[in-house]
């Protein structure tokens, strides 16, 4: 068994946590919102408050986890904060991993954000594979094939584990 930590647990994120929760897996989901805790813990997962907005309100959460679902791909906000998460924010969260026990990273590649803003993640997410030889996944299904998407992610987290 190990543990996730799903950063944007929303409604595609809640899917994950329950699919990994029923092959074993402990799973931790972050959200920004009181309101979404709830349910989070319905879908089997701890849930955290966290903002991927501030690093620091995720790194604690950190601890005791093999594998961060970065699932940014459909952020709302401000455009500057969402060009943020993949951009800087994200390129200090994965220089930030390579003290910790994280084995690798999930990024979801694809969403109704911006394409240039997920292709610079992606930019990202493959220099911190390169340069901090940590294990990076891609998940490249459209969000809106729930299913598709859904086994992607899956099996992009059992990909890091079975490293």
Same mark, same amino acid.
């Given at each position: 068994?190990?543990? $996730?930590?799903?950063?944007?647990? /929303?409604? @595609?994120?809640?899917? #994950?946590?329950? &699919? *990994? +929760?029923? %092959?074993?897996?402990?799973?931790?989901?972050?959200?920004?919102?009181?309101?979404?805790?709830?349910?989070?813990?319905?879908?089997?997962?701890?849930?955290?408050?966290?903002?991927?907005?501030?690093?620091?309100?995720?790194?604690?959460?950190?601890?005791?986890?093999?594998?961060?679902?970065?699932?940014?791909?459909?952020?709302?906000?401000?455009?500057? $904060?969402?060009?943020?998460?993949? /951009?800087? @924010?994200?390129?200090? #969260?994965?220089? &930030? *991993? +390579?003290? %910790?026990?994280?084995?690798?990273?999930?990024?979801?590649?694809?969403?109704?954000?911006?394409?240039?803003?997920?292709?610079?993640?992606?930019?990202?997410?493959?220099?911190?594979?390169?340069?901090?030889?940590?294990?990076?996944?891609?998940?490249?299904?459209?969000?809106?094939?729930?299913?598709?998407?859904?086994?992607?992610?899956?099996?992009?987290?059992?990909?890091?584990?079975?490293?």
């Amino acid at each position: 068994m190990a543990r $996730a930590l799903i950063v944007g647990c /929303g409604c @595609r994120g809640r899917e #994950l946590a329950a &699919a *990994l +929760v029923a %092959t074993g897996h402990a799973v931790r989901g972050t959200t920004r919102e009181r309101s979404a805790l709830a349910a989070i813990e319905a879908a089997g997962a701890q849930a955290v408050i966290a903002d991927p907005d501030r690093l620091a309100t995720v790194t604690p959460h950190v601890e005791g986890v093999s594998v961060l679902c970065w699932l940014m791909g459909t952020a709302v906000g401000e455009p500057e $904060a969402i060009a943020a998460v993949h /951009g800087p @924010r994200l390129e200090s #969260l994965l220089e &930030a *991993l +390579v003290d %910790t026990p994280v084995r690798g990273v999930v990024y979801e590649a694809a969403g109704s954000v911006r394409a240039s803003w997920l292709e610079r993640g992606v930019e990202i997410a493959e220099r911190a594979a390169a340069t901090y030889q940590m294990p990076v996944e891609l998940v490249r299904q459209d969000p809106c094939e729930h299913e598709r998407w859904l086994a992607g992610a899956v099996e992009a987290v059992e990909r890091i584990l079975s490293r």
